[in-house]
């Protein structure tokens, strides 16, 4: 199955910036960066693709993808001010175009949220584990689960190109657009 007909979700080209420049608003922008790379990263990509692994030790793309996943939602929790608790796997989307679809959907919603946001420091990264409760500022955002997503959508796209699928010619990551 192909991707080419997801032309409605978000990330086909990045947002205007903000009129400001404020921390909110520099901190949506880092999310519309990273889903306007993951949505090319992510387009047009098959069955066959999502299978491929270089390595034994390696994931596949799907599961790079299934982890990018994971990390939108840690996102969103943070811009919604809300804990990371352990989810039953059957509440995950199932097949790639749901995952992808829901990917990018979190992450439409975190940049919104954090667009909105005037302080930074309400936005903490909250986890429930069985051990305990552990709070993060907002600063291990973004070297952690926003990075950590922008790197692992660089490995699709070395992955894809691996297995023989580049990503789409045309896309410029600096001005946020696709070139026809």
């Not at 994931?59 to 352990?86: M, Q």
């Amino acid at each position: 199955m192909s991707t080419n007909a997801q032309d409605t979700l978000p990330y086909y080209e990045i947002p205007d910036a903000p009129e400001e420049y404020t921390p909110g608003g520099v901190v949506s922008r880092m999310i519309d960066g990273l889903g306007f790379r993951y949505y090319w990263a992510t387009e047009g990509l098959t069955e066959e693709n999502l299978a491929y692994r270089p390595g034994e030790t390696n994931r596949t793309i799907g599961e790079t993808i299934d982890h990018i996943y994971g990390l939108s939602n840690v996102i969103l929790n943070a811009a919604l001010k809300k804990p990371n608790e352990r989810r039953e796997e059957s509440s995950k989307p199932s097949g790639f175009s749901e995952i992808r679809k829901a990917t990018l959907k979190n992450l439409e919603k975190a940049s919104a949220l954090m667009l909105a946001s005037d302080s930074l420091e309400e936005h903490k990264s909250i986890f429930v584990r069985g051990s305990g409760i552990s709070e993060f500022p907002f600063w291990n955002m973004i070297n952690g689960p926003i990075e950590d997503a922008v790197w692992h959508c660089g490995q699709v796209v070395s992955l894809r190109r691996a297995s023989g699928n580049p990503m789409p010619s045309g896309v410029s990551v600096f001005q946020g657009i696709k070139r026809n």
